[in-house]
């Protein structure tokens, strides 16, 4: 469940008042609060969260911007474009799904090379004899039936 910032707040008010006792806050709260029913360890987690950091407040991530991601991983794509995702998260420490977002992002695909037989000189005439094996095969019983 998610409580409001007042509320939140209002547990460590009374865990106070409770002498910290945790069991007894959560059971004072659960009566003013019938709608928004709470834990003993939830009141522990509050408690413990507003003793580290001074705050009952949710802390923001510290993620790095999403600019330097991109271009880290797109560096090292152009310095070795024959990487894996994989490699790549190995590399630079950013996560798989992320590295796969950026790839989506800037449509980046996996080019794999298909080498295929080049044409020969009598290629053409092979083409026209599979399709004489294709027509009279094929075409001619129905056409005799």
Same mark, same amino acid.
């Given at each position: 469940?998610? $409580?409001?910032?007042?509320?939140?707040?209002?547990?460590?008010? @009374? $865990?106070?008042?409770?002498?910290?006792?945790?069991?007894? &806050?959560?059971?004072?709260?659960?009566? +003013?609060? =019938?709608?928004?029913?709470?834990?003993? &360890? $939830?009141?522990?987690? /509050?408690? !413990?969260?507003?003793?580290? &950091?001074?705050?009952?407040?949710?802390? !923001?991530?510290?993620?790095?911007?999403?600019? @330097?991601?991109?271009?880290?991983? @797109?560096?090292? +794509?152009?310095?070795?474009?024959?990487?894996?995702?994989?490699?790549?998260?190995? &590399?630079?420490?950013? =996560?798989?799904?992320?590295?796969?977002? /950026? @790839?989506? !992002?800037?449509?980046?695909?996996?080019?794999?090379?298909?080498?295929?037989?080049? +044409?020969?000189?009598?290629?053409?005439?092979?083409?026209?004899?599979?399709?004489?094996?294709?027509?009279?095969?094929?075409?001619?019983?129905?056409?005799?039936?």
């Amino acid at each position: 469940m998610v $409580y409001s910032l007042a509320e939140k707040v209002e547990i460590i008010f @009374l $865990y106070g008042k409770q002498n910290e006792c945790a069991r007894e &806050t959560a059971r004072i709260f659960n009566e +003013l609060h =019938p709608d928004h029913q709470t834990s003993h &360890t $939830y009141v522990s987690q /509050i408690v !413990k969260k507003f003793r580290e &950091t001074g705050s009952v407040a949710n802390l !923001k991530k510290n993620n790095p911007p999403n600019e @330097l991601m991109e271009v880290g991983i @797109l560096g090292e +794509l152009t310095m070795n474009p024959h990487q894996s995702v994989r490699s790549l998260e190995r &590399t630079t420490g950013i =996560p798989k799904s992320n590295v796969h977002r /950026i @790839l989506q !992002k800037h449509k980046w695909h996996p080019y794999k090379i298909h080498l295929v037989h080049c +044409l020969n000189e009598d290629d053409p005439d092979r083409r026209i004899e599979f399709c004489d094996i294709i027509f009279w095969g094929w075409v001619t019983p129905s056409l005799r039936g």
